[in-house]
């Protein structure tokens, strides 16, 4: 039997100034005023572009040995064998910040590629941003389990093509409006699909940061 997948809509958390510089490859320097007053700039259009919304569905994990099944999809990878180990069970989703965000992208692409790249950064950091709130309400409304950071395909030997299963999963086009294109890019840009494993033992979920990460030459490492 399928597990029920449902839809969620939610409201953007408090965009730190940080993230944004982050995502704009400056995380280790001090602001440039001519960026920061573009950030400024564009901040209030962006934040009326988004649009939160996503589906979810709980489902129970079995692992053996790098085979990782997921009831109605199943994968072979070691790191998310060895992530969700102790786990019983999964929540599978999918979040985005839709569609107009895309839009007013491409239209400041045309007239100022540097406002463009600004809102790409909002872009990325919000839509964290977004995923780190939601993981945390599955925290708090399940008290008794440990849920692991979340895990997405392209992460360690997770291929990024278990997108298409994971979204088939989840429905995703009709139940949040989010599509796979040919090359494997998430429609709308700025959207996520992850993993949260959820288990009695084991490192519990914290928001995700640079110290847990092996990338040190990350452009993007705090």
């Not at 997948?5 to 730190?16: I, M, T, Y």
């Not at 979810?56 to 999809?73: C, K, L, Q, S």
């Not at 291929?159 to 979204?167: A, D, N, V």
Request: with cysteine.
């Amino acid at each position: 039997m399928t597990a029920p997948v449902a839809p969620f809509s939610g409201v953007l958390p408090p965009l730190p100034r940080k993230n944004i510089f982050r995502y704009l490859g400056m995380g280790r320097a001090a602001e440039d005023p001519a960026v920061a007053a573009l950030v400024d700039e564009c901040l209030p259009d962006f934040l009326d572009s988004v649009h939160c919304r996503g589906c979810y569905t709980r489902v129970a994990v079995r692992i053996n040995g790098e085979d990782v099944d997921f009831g109605a999809a199943q994968v072979s990878s070691a790191s998310l064998s060895r992530h969700l180990a102790g786990c019983a069970e999964a929540i599978l989703f999918a979040a985005t910040l839709g569609p107009q965000a895309d839009l007013q992208r491409r239209r400041a692409a045309v007239t100022s590629p540097a406002k463009a790249l600004v809102l790409d950064a909002m872009g990325s950091a919000a839509i964290e941003a977004f995923c780190d709130q939601l993981c945390e309400e599955w925290a708090k409304n399940n008290p008794a389990l440990r849920l692991r950071p979340r895990f997405s395909p392209g992460y360690g030997d997770l291929p990024l093509s278990f997108q298409k299963e994971l979204l088939a999963l989840l429905d995703s086009g009709r139940k949040a409006g989010i599509t796979l294109s040919s090359a494997l890019l998430m429609v709308p840009q700025k959207s996520v699909s992850a993993i949260v494993g959820m288990g009695q033992t084991g490192c519990a979920m914290g928001v995700h940061n640079c110290a847990d990460c092996s990338k040190e030459d990350c452009a993007f490492r705090l």
